[in-house]
């Protein structure tokens, strides 16, 4: 690097190491980066060019109380939620300098290469042929294990259908404390998890700590952030050496039937057309909710109402109680906005509500509202896209 | 065949308003309901032949209303755990209370609700069954056979549906599809309210104090708060016709759709 005297420094030399002498009268002068030149430059004695090495600022990270996510992975892939607990484990296990860690129970390791991908620093991994279907008992018991013997601070699971039958299971058998279906998680000056998560329907938000160790919460799907995926990030991969056997098994899976219809993926749409009652009938909610859909190329989704009435199917909802989503696009045709339903739908990117209501709850939270009979409206918008 | 059913009185979530000045729940007026997915759960479990159904709930004194509202529906017995060592009860020492209760009912099937609408946990049936140390089925759609010694039943998974054996003693949580609601007969009210309500304290359960109410809680809530996700948005009025074209001019200059 090269090195100047600064004409702040008070006297008209200074030694700065190994010999040599630097004046008011010298021009730059190239030398090494030692502690002494360094220490001048910090107190402002000398100028310099060039990049000064910067200290390691961060400590390594602790292989001690890590952050551990569940990794569900079953029908042959990963569950989404896994990628979203990934994304915001990292930022947690930054803001606490700790390690974040999957647990991965499979019959066949087709996962740990995508998990270290998006953020996971380390794979725990059982691979057994027992582990090819879930059960109850078998996962508790490999997962219990692994916390005894490993003690993460933090354990996450995803608030599915899996992670909402195993999790419980596993707070009682390790006596701590579990908390459902978060929508947010923090970590607290005193490096504490603060689990956030509605109650009541959606009409108030509790803040939930735990006293005791590990930390475990269930999150629900569709609400945290996927981090971008890094191909080139390295991980260690630990292979658990827990005993399993037939005798662990609690259940007999006798068929396992996959729904005949599409499976409907509304969490990961980019636009999502949602109808309601507005729409007054299910012959009107068939014929104009559909079309609509179509020419955005959006996915369908409804309110409670909706699903209530028999005019579409419980997959479509969007809500406390159905499925939470945050697309670029959220259009709600003839929905009011109960507090249930924006629950599910009020961190879109965008949002358009249609209405005739004016005073309908869905306009306090829409980005476009248009005070208008849907049924009239979505026939007047397809004519003037041609 | 000896069923427990467990059950909630819940506040019914719809008809909750905020004081949007204080910016706490407006409970007063708001009805007080059994759990609907608990409801459904004892009538699953009344339309099984042969059965002893007793309805157990964990509650302050009111939730007997629950309790009378399930022998209207034809449970053959109905306890309420009601003492103030319960109160502040997170899902860890709810599930431990109810579990020492069932423990002393010894039956062969437990039939919970999935979840309840106001605190959406699902945990308390897991965790019971853990605490008793029995397999668990959860979001049971379909309970297709019964027998002395096992149970066969549907529940719903991601993708479709699983059909899975337990042995009994077993826990089952339910969904809304496991039965049709039905309404009590005139009959069963009037025995309802004839009928009597035991009530267990925590001596009655030999419960470990520590693992009681707040001491037996490991979750605590700090904070609480109304949910705020306002936008300042455009709200337009007008012509149907204009108003369609402004979306859709909207929608072209984003990119949402091709002109």
Redesign the interface.
């Known amino acids: 690097m090269k090195i100047k005297l600064s004409i702040n420094y008070p006297s008209s030399e200074l030694h700065i190491g190994n010999g040599i002498l630097i004046n008011k009268e010298s021009d730059w002068l190239e030398v090494e980066e030692t502690k002494e030149i360094k220490e001048a430059i910090e107190k402002g004695f000398l100028e310099y060019e060039g990049k000064l090495e910067k200290k390691e600022e961060k400590k390594e990270k602790s292989d001690k109380d890590e952050i551990w996510i569940f990794a569900e992975a079953l029908?042959g892939k990963l569950?989404r939620v896994v990628l979203e607990l990934l994304g915001k484990g990292k930022e947690l296990a930054d803001s606490l300098n700790v390690k974040l860690s999957v647990i991965l129970l499979t019959d066949k390791d087709n996962y740990s290469k995508e998990l270290i991908s998006y953020g996971a620093d380390k794979v725990y991994i059982l691979e057994n042929p027992l582990l090819k279907n879930y059960d109850?008992?078998l996962f508790?018991k490999v997962i219990t294990e692994a916390i005894k013997n490993y003690a993460p601070q933090i354990v996450l699971y995803g608030a599915?259908?899996?992670g909402?039958?195993l999790?419980?299971?596993i707070?009682?058998?390790l006596?701590?404390?579990?908390?459902?279906?978060c929508t947010g998680l923090d970590i607290t000056e005193n490096n504490e998890l603060?689990q956030t998560r509605?109650?009541?329907?959606?009409?108030?938000?509790?803040?939930?700590?735990?006293?005791?160790r590990p930390q475990m919460s269930t999150v629900r799907p569709g609400v945290m952030q996927i981090i971008p995926q890094d191909k080139d990030k390295k991980g260690e991969i630990i292979k658990l050496e827990i005993k399993i056997s037939e005798s662990d098994l609690?259940?007999?899976?006798?068929?396992?039937?996959?729904?005949a219809k599409k499976?409907i993926n509304l969490e990961e749409a980019e636009?999502i057309v949602s109808g309601g009652r507005g729409l007054s009938s299910q012959e009107n909610f068939h014929k104009l909710i559909p079309a609509f859909a179509k020419?955005?190329n959006a996915e369908i989704g409804s309110s409670r109402a909706a699903v209530d009435a028999g005019w579409i199917e419980k997959p479509h909802q969007v809500g406390?109680?159905g499925k939470t989503v945050r697309p670029?696009?959220y259009i709600a045709c003839g929905i009011s906005g109960?507090?249930?339903h924006?629950?599910g739908m009020?961190?879109s990117d965008?949002?358009?509500?249609i209405n005739k209501d004016?005073s309908a709850p869905i306009?306090?939270?829409?980005?476009?509202?248009?005070?208008?009979?849907i049924n009239?409206?979505?026939p007047?918008?397809i004519?003037?896209?041609k | 065949m000896k069923i427990v059913v467990c059950m909630k009185q819940v506040p019914d979530t719809n008809e909750i308003k905020i004081d949007q000045k204080t910016g706490t729940l407006q409970r007063e007026g708001v009805p007080s309901i059994m759990n609907p997915e608990d409801k459904h759960a004892l009538l699953a479990a009344l339309n099984i032949k042969d059965a002893e159904v007793i309805a157990l709930s964990m509650g302050p004194p009111q939730a007997e209303m629950i309790l009378r509202e399930a022998l209207a529906y034809g449970a053959n017995k109905a306890i309420l755990l009601c003492d103030f060592a319960f109160a502040g009860s997170d899902t860890a020492a709810t599930s431990y209370t109810l579990s020492k209760a069932i423990e002393k009912i010894n039956p062969d099937l437990i039939v919970c609700g999935r979840q309840a609408i106001d605190g959406d946990t699902a945990q308390v049936g897991p965790q019971i069954a853990e605490l008793l140390n029995l397999p668990q089925a959860t979001y049971v759609q379909k309970i297709i056979k019964l027998d002395n010694e096992k149970v066969e039943i549907q529940k719903e998974t991601e993708i479709g549906y699983d059909i899975m054996e337990l042995n009994l003693p077993a826990l089952i949580t339910c969904t809304n599809d496991i039965s049709e609601i039905d309404y009590p007969s005139l009959q069963g009210i009037s025995k309802a309210f004839e009928e009597n309500i035991e009530t267990w304290k925590a001596t009655d359960l030999k419960a470990d104090k520590e693992r009681l109410g707040l001491n037996g809680s490991p979750t605590w809530v700090n904070k609480s708060f109304t949910p705020t996700h306002q936008r300042q948005g455009n709200i337009l009025k007008g012509n149907v016709k204009e108003l369609a074209k402004q979306l859709a001019k909207e929608f072209i200059r984003k990119e949402i759709v091709k002109e």
């Open positions: 029908h569950a109850t008992n508790a599915t259908h899996i909402r039958d999790a419980p299971r707070a009682r058998r006596d701590t404390g579990l908390t459902a279906d603060l509605p109650a009541f329907g959606g009409n108030l938000m509790a803040q939930i700590l735990c006293k005791k609690s259940t007999r899976l006798k068929e396992s039937v996959k729904s499976v636009i020419v955005l406390q109680t670029k696009v109960a507090i249930q924006r629950a009020q961190d965008l949002i358009i509500a004016p306009f306090k939270i829409a980005d476009y509202g248009f005070v208008a009979d009239e409206f979505i007047a918008f004519e003037s896209l």
